[in-house]
């Protein structure tokens, strides 16, 4: 029997205390302080949960995405390399992605999740308003923030002229005076990388490890300048980066820097992420801290996965939003097995709650009342 007489797609979780819960697109449940329940919580709204909220609500999963509203790309006024998208607006993209899922009946609330934890076959989540939602499984897309190297005026220009990611702004820079300011060990490497947009660029020693000889070669080869000392500020004109001044004093005029941000969850997060069992794994090239997963984002936490830049710290929009989708099918396909186990066991008891719901909605569909 299918279930077009159920008014519009997605439908919650109907609970099932004892493991007798039964289908997405099943009806709605509370649970004892009333809370609600689905199939699915997404925590983060960004690509990669918008993304997989799409998926699920094409599965007709009841979804609620619970997004604190601060995407790592706010920053920036357009945003690129994303094929048939290229030069949006990043919050055009989330605001059409919203309206998508908002169509197969997925909700999307504005809050900060601030702790998951599992209780009985559901995972209770609660917000920083003290609202607590209950679901199956849950997807984690929280992304991270970037901690920016600690310089006078630098994080005012992040997402303008203080860049990272030369896919995502090279172009716009491409000719132009360009600095990489050196925090770590991936500074020669970026300096050449950015060599592939302009042949005016310069690698400004600032905190990071002296370049070896070999790296010393590379650069001079490519024509790249090394400065030494250490950046001081960052100097504006006109609403445009101007160059860094040096504790020298001396300015190195610039129209763009780029730097390497330190990738970290928010403090808020963080407990978030604790509460939950997932602790985040420190990655090698010193690039910040991630949450390791294995195929389609599943975690060691069982009921738990993970895609996005929470999982992936150089995911651009299209692939953070590629992982989501995976996630998500992984996701139905393991509540498509759980709903299957439960029918099984519920066709070979006839007389337990579930059969009898079942009963229920055989004999008497829409058109039933009662308790
Ligand atoms: C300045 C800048 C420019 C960029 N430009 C580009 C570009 O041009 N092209 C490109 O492809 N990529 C670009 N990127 C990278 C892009 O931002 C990421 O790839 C993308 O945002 C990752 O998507 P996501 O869904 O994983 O995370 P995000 O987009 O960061 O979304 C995560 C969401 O989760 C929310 N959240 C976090 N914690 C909680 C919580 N506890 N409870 C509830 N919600 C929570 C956040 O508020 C946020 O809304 C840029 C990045 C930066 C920093």
Redesign the pocket.
């Known amino acids: 029997m299918t279930r077009e007489t159920r008014p519009g797609p997605g439908g919650r979780y109907d609970g099932g205390e004892n493991g007798s819960g039964v289908y997405g697109g099943g009806a709605y449940g509370s649970g004892p302080d009333g809370g609600d329940r689905y199939d699915v919580v997404i925590?983060?709204?960004?690509?990669?949960?918008l993304s997989a909220a799409l998926m699920l609500g094409r599965a007709r999963r009841s979804v609620l995405v619970?997004?604190?509203?601060?995407?790592?790309?706010a920053?920036?006024s357009h945003?690129?390399?994303?094929i048939s998208r290229d030069g949006a607006v990043p919050g055009d993209l989330l605001a059409a992605g919203r309206r998508e899922v908002a169509g197969y009946g997925v909700e999307v609330r504005t809050?900060?999740?601030r702790s998951a934890v599992r209780d009985g076959e559901l995972f209770a989540v609660a917000d920083d308003a003290g609202r607590t939602v209950r679901a199956r499984r849950l997807l984690v897309?929280?992304?991270f923030t970037?901690e920016l190297p600690d310089v006078p005026g630098l994080a005012q220009r992040?997402?303008r002229d203080v860049l990272?990611?030369p896919y995502?702004?090279g172009w716009e820079v491409r000719d132009e005076p360009i600095g990489v300011l050196a925090t770590g060990p991936m500074s020669v490497h970026q300096a050449l990388l950015f060599r592939q947009w302009t042949d005016r660029l310069t690698l400004l020693l600032h905190t990071g490890p002296r370049p070896t000889s070999e790296e010393y070669e590379q650069l001079a080869a490519r024509g790249i300048a090394v400065v030494p000392g250490e950046v001081t500020g960052v100097e504006v004109a006109d609403d445009r980066l101007a160059g860094v001044r040096l504790d020298t004093g001396e300015l190195v005029p610039l129209r763009a820097l780029t730097v390497a941000p330190r990738a970290v969850p928010?403090a808020?997060?963080a407990a978030?992420l604790d509460s939950l069992g997932l602790a985040p794994t420190e990655h090698p090239s010193g690039m910040g801290s991630y949450l390791a997963a294995g195929p389609a984002g599943l975690t060691d936490v069982p009921g738990v996965w993970v895609a996005?830049?929470?999982a992936d710290l150089t995911?651009?929009?299209?692939g953070?939003a590629a992982s989501g989708s995976a996630a998500a099918g992984a996701i139905n396909g393991d509540l498509v097995a759980e709903d299957t186990r439960r029918a099984v066991r519920a066709r070979k008891d006839p007389f337990s709650a579930a059969s009898e719901a079942r009963v229920c909605e055989l004999v008497a569909g829409d058109r039933r009342h009662g308790l």
Do not use: I, Q, Y
């Open positions: 925590v983060g709204g960004g690509p990669a949960g619970l997004d604190a509203g601060e995407p790592r790309n920053p920036a945003m690129h390399g994303f809050g900060r999740v897309t929280t992304g970037d992040w997402g990272h990611c995502c702004h928010s808020a997060t978030f996005g830049n929470a995911a651009n929009v299209l953070s």
